[in-house]
Nanobody, 121 residues
Framework: VQLQASGGGLVQAGGSLRLSCAFSGRTFNRYAMGWFRQAPGKEREFVASIGWSGSITYYADSVKGRFTISTDNARNTVTLQMNSLKPEDTAVYYC???????????????WGQGTQVTVSS
């Protein structure tokens, strides 16, 4: 499995960004997908995840109501729509995939390379 994240950038507080993660190498709709982030000096933390069918989603409390995770099986991508961004959302964002579990912990089998999101105040 290969994961390629994109869409990061610099945005002002209150703005929006849309992250995408392109999945290849296996059958996409058999994998749970997740987004995590890591700020400088901090541990990697859970952001959102979505199950195989796309009907089950989980969000960190800090992003509920602002971020939306979704999948596009035709394009083999998982997207994280981020609205009302805050400076504390600044981090490197990673997408992840797992064949066997949908979880909020960083125990995923496969990881993308990360994309930087910077929110200025």
């Amino acid at each position: 499995v290969q994961l390629q994240a994109s869409g990061g950038g610099l945005v002002q507080a209150g703005g929006s960004l849309r992250l995408s993660c392109a999945f290849s190498g296996r059958t996409f709709n058999r994998y749970a997908m997740g987004w995590f982030r890591q700020a400088p000096g901090k541990e990697r933390e859970f952001v959102a995840s979505i199950g195989w069918s796309g009907s089950i989603t989980y969000y960190a409390d800090s992003v509920k109501g602002r971020f939306t995770i979704s999948t596009d099986n035709a394009r083999n991508t998982v997207t994280l729509q981020m609205n009302s961004l805050k400076p504390e959302d600044t981090a490197v964002y990673y997408c992840a995939a797992d064949r066997h579990q949908l979880t909020t912990t960083p125990d995923y089998e496969y990881w993308g390379q990360g994309t930087q999101v910077t929110v200025s105040s």
